[in-house]
């Protein structure tokens, strides 16, 4: 299985904050990555595909990079309302699964 | 307006079965693949299975390969999953989550609101 770790597991902002969040995956997935937003109680919805597209209707606040085994996920102003749980989730093959990181909680400091 | 609904969820004894449904609507389902991912109370987020438009390609992860089994049935606009031997462990709200939008299978981009499957005795 291709294993995911993210960092920080959590982390605290103030509004406005510039916030980054990385993925590293245990092997090279390329750009099969693609990062989520849950908030309590909610379904995850999808934010980035591909490493780098943001999903339509997202605001344009969020963003992400990278490849290889390397990612990172951007909020350039933090809002109250991103107060959720963001999970990187690779899919580079199928006969090995599809896995997801273990989350980051983004609160509001 | 696109929808996703799940449905069968409850309560099960260890070792037994549950069969659980999801609803689409709103798109046309055929042309989608589909999947279920779980979420243990409190835990993040497990694919469970991937199945393909016309369920030719079926996956699942290591933890239920064998006791679960994944469908559809496109004239219904549903998909399902059917599981046995039921653990504690399976205890999560379970999501149908649907793939492909994007061109290809890994960006799960509607999901359904969950339906939670508790495994007790």
């Not at chain 1, 996920?73 to 990187?88: G, K, N, R, W």
């Not at chain 2, 099960?12 to 609803?23: D, E, K, T």
């Not at chain 2, 693949?33 to 987020?45: C, D, E, I, T």
Request: proline residues 3%; aromatic residues 12%.
């Amino acid at each position: 299985d291709i294993q995911m770790t993210q960092s920080p597991s959590s982390l605290s902002a103030s509004v406005g904050d510039r916030v980054t969040i990385t993925c590293q995956a245990s092997q090279d997935i390329s750009n099969y990555l693609n990062w989520y937003q849950q908030k309590p109680g909610k379904a995850p919805k999808l934010l980035i595909y591909d490493a780098s597209n943001l999903e339509t209707g997202v605001p344009s606040r969020f963003s992400g990079s990278g490849s290889g085994t390397y990612f990172t996920f951007t909020i350039t102003s933090l809002q109250p309302e991103d107060i959720a749980t963001y999970y990187c989730q690779q899919y580079a093959n199928l006969l090995r699964g599809i896995t997801f990181g273990p989350g980051t909680k983004v609160d509001i400091k | 307006e696109v929808q996703l609904v799940e449905s069968g969820g409850g309560l099960v004894q260890p070792g037994g079965s549950l069969r659980l449904s999801c609803a689409a609507s709103g798109f046309t389902f055929s042309t989608y693949s589909m999947n279920w991912v779980r979420q243990a109370p409190g835990k993040g987020l497990e694919w469970v299975s991937y199945i393909s438009t016309i369920s030719s390609t079926i996956y699942y992860a290591d933890s239920v390969k064998g006791r679960f089994t994944i469908s559809r049935d496109n004239a219904k606009n549903s998909l399902y999953l059917q599981m046995n031997s039921l653990r504690a462990e399976d205890t999560a709200v379970y999501y149908c989550a649907r793939s492909g939008e994007h061109g290809d299978y890994g960006a799960f981009d509607i999901w359904g609101q969950g339906t939670m499957v508790i495994v007790s005795s």
